[in-house]
Structures are given as C-alpha cells and as structure tokens.
C-alpha cells in the first residue's frame, strides 16, 4: 500500500537558516504530493502540493519538488523565521477522491 | 468565513463508555473525512462521506467505531466501549467536491479523546 516516511524531528534551528525537511514516498500510479502545517493550537493548513512529476510547489518562501525518480518530495526554505516554528506533514493521494496518507510529522522549532 | 469546527475540544473518558465526537464543516462542502491522530504519529485516515454517496470506512480500526453524516452537513463520530488505544486527537476535514478532481482539505482543531 502507500506510505510517507518522513524525518524524525524535532529540527532546531536559529532564525535565517536553512531548512531542509525529507520525505519519500511508495504508492502506485502517480499521486498527488502535498506538504501540511499545523502551528500550534491550529488545525493542519496546506502549504503547498505538486500533483505531477517535476512539478514544483511553492507558497510563503518554501519549495517542495515532486521528483519521481528519487520517491521523493523534499520541504525547503532558504531563511526560515521564528514564526515557521510548527509541525509539517507530508502527504501522497493517490485516489481521484483525495484521501491522504501522511507521514508522521517533523517538528521544527526556529529560535532567534 | 467560519472554518471546520469540533466539539468537544478535549473529552476525558472512562473505559468502556461511549463517546460520541461532533465535527461541523464549513458550509457548502459535500465531502467530509475522519482522521485520527495518535502521539507522535501523522493522520490516519478513518472514513470519508461524499454527498449521498456510501461512506468510505476502510480506516475504521473496529467496529467499535462508526460515524454518521445527518443532512449533508454536521458528522458525528461514534467510539462505543472506549479502550485506552482509543487516546488521540480526532480530527475532522471537509472539501468541495467535484468528480475526478482534487480539492483542499480543511481541518478542524481536533478533538483530544483521553481515556482512563
């Protein structure tokens, strides 16, 4: 069946930094890829999702590229500021429908 | 305008009782979906409603567990003989929906279910 494995958190870091977060993926056919946010004492929000290979999502400053060839869908930001301090989940569809499958989380903590 | 909501926030409960968990979508979505959240681990998918059509409830863990749709609109999420496995946040979405298209889930708060 299809999976997300993501990396285990919690990543600290300092204010302007770069932030890499890892995810890959195992599904059948092509899914769709999306990148969740949930800052604390919110509900998860999307952030950004890539629905075809190569395809590139972007939204306040982060980039995930959906690379097939790798399994791969990799969060990053070049400077990071203490307000993108919140746990991201990466997640696959892979049904017309939209059900996701998530990964389980990593929590990034951005200090000043 | 007004997002998902849930009610309870947050539900302590005794084993063995029956809990039943309200999620309210935004108006105007037709498909509504469960998940449940356990420490440490991401969303598991619980079961999903798309208009009149059959639930999913591939994800339902037992039959413990059920989930009504009334009207279209507010769901409510059943766990019968509540065990401590049961403790974890339960956390409703809701979408358009439009055949063979994607659209945005958005997620409610969550219910946190502790059971003693």
């Known amino acids: 069946g299809n999976s997300v494995t993501q990396m285990e958190g919690p990543v600290t870091l300092s204010e302007e930094a770069f932030l890499t977060i890892n995810c890959t993926y195992t599904?059948?056919?092509?899914?769709?890829l999306f990148w969740y946010v949930q800052y604390p004492g919110e509900g998860l929000q999307l952030l950004l999702k890539?629905?075809?290979?190569?395809d590139k999502g972007s939204n306040k400053g982060f980039e995930a590229t959906y690379r097939k060839e790798t399994t791969s869908f990799h969060l990053e930001k070049g400077s990071v500021q203490v307000s993108d301090s919140a746990v991201y989940f990466c997640?696959?569809?892979?049904?017309?429908?939209?059900?996701?499958?998530f990964g389980a989380g990593t929590q990034v903590v951005v200090t000043p | 305008g007004a997002g998902v909501s849930q009610s309870p926030s947050n539900k302590v409960t005794e084993k063995g009782k029956d809990v039943e968990l309200r999620c309210d979508p935004i108006?105007?979505?037709?498909?509504l979906y469960w998940y449940r959240q356990s420490l440490g681990q991401g969303l598991e998918f619980l079961i999903y409603?798309?208009?009149?059509?059959?639930?999913?409830k591939s994800g339902l863990p037992s039959d413990r567990f059920s989930a009504e749709r009334t009207g279209g609109s507010v769901s409510t999420l059943t766990i019968q003989r509540t065990q401590q496995e049961d403790s974890a946040v339960y956390i409703c979405?809701?979408?358009?929906?439009?055949?063979?298209?994607?659209?945005?889930?958005?997620f409610g708060p969550g219910t946190r279910l502790t059971v003693t």
């Open positions: 979405a809701s979408s358009l929906e439009a055949a063979g298209e994607l659209y945005e889930q958005y």
């Open positions: 599904a059948t056919g092509y899914p769709s």
């Open positions: 890539a629905t075809k290979a190569d």
């Open positions: 997640a696959l569809s892979g049904s017309s429908w939209g059900k996701l499958q």
């Open positions: 108006s105007g979505h037709t498909a």
């Open positions: 409603f798309q208009g009149n059509s059959a639930p999913d």
